[in-house]
């Protein structure tokens, strides 16, 4: 059976009606997809980050002094082995154990004030004697923080701009973003929200020659590579392998590690008592 349009108009199978889609849109369409998905990656990577850093701080709160006591304790194990035997492997050993220990550079910046050239403070020698002290900071801000966060940066990302100048102030924004997220800064994010809400809006993105859009799609997986990078080199880390060994809840995993660190310090406090008894 024919079609009485395409005998009157063989054009009409093989064009777009008049008004149709232009030929840029599904490339369009393809770019926006991969801006948004980028910018939800970022915002992982960025959230991941913000949390080892905050799980390493708290680590070396915590369990600083125990690992600094555990360092002086196998010195002065070794020391008392020495001094009974006078071997000089065991006098080298007693010298390379104290090397562990002394010199300690920026103590006070290290152990963020829990331990400082004088020995320990009196909130690292109350951990160790299990007496309560003042807990250290949240691991991670909160999850209202971490929803203010991820609305503004899908806001104000600077891949959303349309030019240099526009990326410019994006840029600028989100690095005052993610200050606020990484102190955990509730109000903060508030305040920057009704800034963006107030500020320049976006007018519709102009249509695009596909050559430009081909070549922002090469740069968004350029991008998004770069970012897996990041994010592998995270989870490899020391700290991020045991964040991501309790990632509900980190408190809890620092409280069994610091439970084995007592352990150890027991052990060779006895072990050093019987040295030198």
Known sequence: MTNPEAETNPEAERTEPQGGP???????????????ALIEFEIAVETFRVEVENFSRLHHQRLGPMYARLDELDAMIAEAIAARTGDPED???AQQARGLVLPMPAVEELFNGWIDSDGLSPEASAMLTERPVQPPRRVRPSEEARRMYRELVRKAHPDLARDETERERRSEFIVRVNKAYAAGDQAALGDLAQEWEAGPRDEEQRPSRSEELYARLEWLAQRKEMLAAVAAELESSAIGAMLKMAPEDPDALLDEIAEQLL????????RLAELVG
């Open 22 to 36: 232009r030929p840029e849109a599904r490339l369009e369409q393809a770019v926006s997809a991969a801006e948004q």
């Open 91 to 93: 006098l080298r050993k």
């Open 263 to 270: 352990a150890q310090v027991s052990e060779r406090e006895a």
